[in-house]
């Protein structure tokens, strides 16, 4: 059965320093692997996404995530963190591109930016 | 110009009642889904309709019951609501082609039951 684990349920970081959200999952078949962002009161949006090719997948608002496949992760980075930033991320796996498939949630990690 | 829309955002109402959201979307997707978020956050699929059709039911209490009218809406009852039944539902769609696999979600309805 498909699992993923998120190290960290909260993370802290100052403005403009790196930010690491940490991400390994369990699957029996290649994933497919997502990183969503969720802000207060809000529903889920789509930040990036592995399928197949490239390991070093570019998302939206300057992050960016690497699939390695011999550690069994998908850790989401920033370069340098916004106050916008603040919100709950979440790591999902899909062993499937199968219409219908579920998406498996990691419980989430809370990333807080300080000025 | 709302992707996936859900209605009503905020639903409160008393154990032993049964209501209704109503899920729609527009992106022209074939596939969508209800996830359950809990008071810790946590995300779990509850249903996948595909085309209209039941593609995954999970372990879901029979008091739970989606109807899909047709491939844009997907509605989800509920009956006889319990105390452990609040939580924030997200409505979600896809298509599964060769190139899109991820999937898109609605605002949430955060249910409250007393």
């Known amino acids: 059965a498909q699992s993923v684990t998120q190290l960290g349920s909260h993370v802290s970081v100052s403005e403009g320093a790196l930010v690491l959200l940490r991400c390994n999952y369990s699957?029996?078949?290649?994933?497919?692997l997502f990183w969503y962002v969720q802000y207060p009161n809000q529903g889920l949006q789509l930040l990036l996404k592995?399928?197949?090719?490239?390991?070093l997948v570019k998302g939206i608002n300057g992050f960016e995530a690497e699939f390695k496949k011999s550690e069994t992760s998908f850790h989401l980075t920033k370069p340098s963190a916004h106050m916008s930033d603040a919100a709950e991320y979440f790591c999902?796996?899909?062993?499937?591109?199968?219409?219908?498939?579920?998406?498996?949630f990691g419980k989430g990690t809370t990333l807080s930016v300080s000025s | 110009d709302t992707a996936v829309s859900q209605t009503p955002k905020y639903l409160v109402t008393q154990m032993g009642n049964d209501k209704s959201i109503k899920c729609e979307q527009n992106?022209?997707?074939?596939?969508m889904y209800w996830y359950k978020q809990d008071s810790k956050k946590f995300l779990k699929i509850m249903f996948s309709?595909?085309?209209?059709?039941?593609?995954i039911n999970e372990t879901v209490p029979n008091r739970f019951s989606p109807k899909s009218p047709d491939k844009a809406h997907l509605n989800l009852h509920i009956n006889s609501l319990e105390l452990g039944d609040s939580a924030v539902y997200f409505c979600a769609s896809s298509q599964a082609d060769r190139y899109s696999y991820e999937q898109y979600f609605g605002p949430g309805t955060r249910l409250t039951v007393t």
């Open positions: 309709y595909n085309n209209k059709e039941l593609i």
């Open positions: 999902a796996v899909s062993d499937s591109p199968q219409a219908g498939t579920a998406l498996i």
């Open positions: 699957s029996s078949v290649p994933p497919y």
């Open positions: 592995y399928t197949t090719g490239a390991t």
């Open positions: 992106l022209g997707h074939d596939t």
